[in-house]
């Protein structure tokens, strides 16, 4: 089917920047939306930002003018690039793609696995 490959992660001092990294493998026809959410302990998973196939975007207002979500269709890759980084955004972020796959036959919505964002104040 398909698969999320998630990178980017890691630890940074507030006001700091880290840039995710999301691509999608498998049998891949075409990628509609993607996008990134995010969950922090005892919390919801919330949306962060989504980016569709012809590149319209929207965020999160907690996000607006501090993250950048952008998109490689030739390598099916999501990236996220965080700026200004405050405490209250560490949590684990995670992908999500809305895939036609399986020669356009079947079309599905994929997660990756994961990854820690972690702001220390």
């Known amino acids: 089917q398909v698969q999320l490959v998630e990178s980017g992660g890691g630890l940074v001092q507030a006001g700091g920047s880290l840039r995710l990294s999301c691509a999608a493998s498998?049998?891949?026809?075409?990628?509609?939306?993607m996008g990134w959410y995010r969950q922090a302990p005892g919390k919801q998973r919330e949306l962060v930002a989504a980016?569709?196939?012809?590149?319209?975007?929207n965020y999160a207002d907690s996000v607006k003018g501090r993250f950048t979500i952008s998109r490689d269709n030739a390598k099916n890759t999501v990236y996220l690039e965080m700026n200004s980084l405050k405490p209250e955004d560490t949590a684990v972020y995670y992908c999500?793609?809305?895939?036609?796959?399986?020669?356009?036959?079947?079309?599905?919505?994929?997660w990756g696995q994961g990854t820690q964002v972690t702001v220390s104040s």
């Open positions: 999500n793609a809305d895939v036609t796959y399986a020669l356009g036959l079947a079309r599905g919505d994929f």
């Open positions: 498998g049998s891949i026809f075409s990628i509609n939306a």
């Open positions: 980016i569709t196939s012809g590149g319209s975007t």
